[in-house]
């Protein structure tokens, strides 16, 4: 089945950027979506298609593609950031897919 | 602004179905610009899709969970539901229901969530 990959955890200090990756064969073909998760919390849609910002999410938080590998951008990181950050995406035959999430950590 | 919210028992014995429905307000379940999804989490772990449905009645479902899942709308009550059949201690999870605008295709709403257990 496919997987995207993302490393398990991040650890950044505040004022910092972070960089989380999510590595997956049909991304090239797939649009690409962040999620950020607090502790006893829904999801929360940060990143869609890629690059685009939903409403009400700071601007400090970006997203980008290249190749088989997608990237979500948190410039200026606070520590509100904490959280568990999941991408979601689709393999060729529409399933949608996450990836196992990555631990954000600010120092 | 689309509010979800999840409702049905916390407790499901093993081998039997586990039933849930999600209440839409703020919407119409009938808005041809939405699907309806469930996710879920089991404990400390990450997010599973279990699969989606349009307010046509097309289903799409995780092909892992396929033969024991369906989900249904029911627009007269602005709900739609998720049974999963033959249930084991691996399906306990926290399930959220969650909505996809048709025009990005994110999941842009979802519900508290809702923790089940399977557990004799």
């Known amino acids: 089945s496919y997987e995207l990959t993302q490393p398990p955890s991040v650890s950044v200090s505040p004022g910092q950027t972070a960089r989380i990756t999510c590595s997956g064969d049909?991304?090239?073909?797939?649009?690409a979506y962040w999620y950020q998760q607090k502790p006893g919390q829904a999801p929360v849609l940060v990143i869609y298609?890629?690059?685009e910002r939903p409403s009400g999410i700071p601007e400090r938080f970006s997203g980008s593609s290249s190749g088989t590998t997608v990237t979500l951008t948190i410039s200026g990181v606070q520590a509100e950031d904490e959280a568990d950050y999941y991408c979601?995406?689709?393999?060729?035959?529409?399933?949608?897919?996450f990836g196992g999430g990555t631990k954000l950590t600010v120092l | 602004q689309l509010q979800l919210q999840e409702s049905g028992p916390g407790l499901v014995k093993p081998s039997e179905t586990l039933s849930l429905t999600c209440t839409v307000s703020?919407?119409?379940?009938?808005?041809?610009?939405?699907?309806w999804g469930w996710i879920r989490q089991p404990p400390g772990k990450g997010l599973e899709w279990i699969g989606s449905?349009?307010?046509?009645?097309?289903?799409y479902y995780n092909p892992s969970l396929k033969s024991r899942v369906t989900i249904s709308v029911d627009t007269s009550k602005n709900q739609f539901s998720l049974k999963l059949s033959s249930v084991t201690a691996a399906d306990t999870a926290v399930y959220y229901c969650?909505?996809?605008?048709?025009?990005?295709?994110?999941?842009?709403?979802w519900g508290q969530g809702t923790l089940v257990t399977v557990s004799s």
């Open positions: 969650a909505s996809l605008t048709v025009t990005n295709l994110g999941f842009d709403y």
């Open positions: 703020g919407g119409s379940i009938s808005s041809s610009s939405y699907y």
């Open positions: 449905i349009y307010y046509s009645g097309s289903t």
């Open positions: 049909a991304l090239p073909k797939q649009y």
């Open positions: 298609k890629d690059s």
């Open positions: 979601q995406s689709a393999d060729s035959s529409g399933t949608l897919v």
